[in-house]
T-cell receptor, first 113, second 113 residues
Framework: SQKIEQNSEALNIQEGKTATLTCNYTNYSPAYLQWYRQDPGRGPVFLLLIRENEKEKRKERLKVTFDTTLKQSLFHITASQPADSATYLCALEGYSSASKIIFGSGTRLSIRP | DADVTQTPRNRITKTGKRIMLECSQTKGHDRMYWYRQDPGLGLRLIYYSFDVKDINKGEISDGYSVSRQAQAKFSLSLESAIPNQTALYFC????????????FGPGTRLTVT
């Protein structure tokens, strides 16, 4: 069955450093990969989408890579700030308009001052 | 005003009771979704609707039912609540098609005692 793996352990990073989160998937060939941010007790908020034919996407301090050979996406936050502390979810979607988005369980990121 | 609203925000109910969670959206989107979130398990899809006349089961639909009253309204019912349905429930919407992000509501925290 389709499976998405995100590091279940929290990631603790010193402010100013680059945070890198990993999303691995198996038994799936997604056309699109999305990243969401979720704060405690709130709904996820969309951050970035990357297509299978795109290797890298950037938005301000965020960068996402998508390696379909490794079946992996990396999510980077450069110059991290305490306000970046949250849980980050990756999500996969297929080619068909009938396909549904599948979410990973998320990685909790904590940026210490 | 929020694009996606959910009522109630918090609910405590007893085993065996019927409960309805409601979701409304002002995005004008055709697609609506119900997810539940449990610690360590991520977002799991309960039901989804691609338009008013289209209702589909997700991966964990047992014990739940839904009603799509209008394009803007999608409600989730627990016919006879049980304790393992205690969770955080999210409604989401998206545009029709692929590669569109989902917009989430603020969530309903449901406790079944």
């Amino acid at each position: 069955s389709q499976k998405i793996e995100q590091n279940s352990e929290a990631l603790n990073i010193q402010e100013g450093k680059t945070a890198t989160l990993t999303c691995n998937y198996t038994n799936y060939s997604p056309a699109y990969l999305q990243w969401y941010r979720q704060d405690p007790g709130r709904g996820p908020v969309f951050l970035l989408l990357i297509r299978e034919n795109e290797k890298e996407k950037r938005k301000e301090r965020l960068k996402v890579t998508f390696d379909t050979t490794l079946k992996q996406s990396l999510f980077h936050i450069t110059a991290s700030q305490p306000a970046d502390s949250a849980t980050y979810l990756c999500a996969l979607e297929g080619y068909s308009s009938a396909s549904k988005i599948i979410f990973g369980s998320g990685t909790r990121l904590s940026i210490r001052p | 005003d929020a694009d996606v609203t959910q009522t109630p925000r918090n609910r405590i109910t007893k085993t065996g009771k019927r409960i309805m969670l409601e979701c409304s959206q002002t995005k004008g989107h055709d697609r609506m979704y119900w997810y539940r979130q449990d610690p360590g398990l991520g977002l799991r899809l309960i039901y989804y609707s691609f338009d008013v006349k289209d209702i589909n089961k997700g991966e964990i639909s047992d014990g739940y039912s839904v009603s799509r009253q209008a394009q803007a309204k999608f409600s989730l019912s627990l016919e006879s609540a049980i304790p393992n349905q205690t969770a955080l429930y999210f409604c989401a919407t998206s545009r029709d098609g692929v590669s569109y992000e989902q917009y989430f509501g603020p969530g309903t925290r449901l406790t079944v005692t």
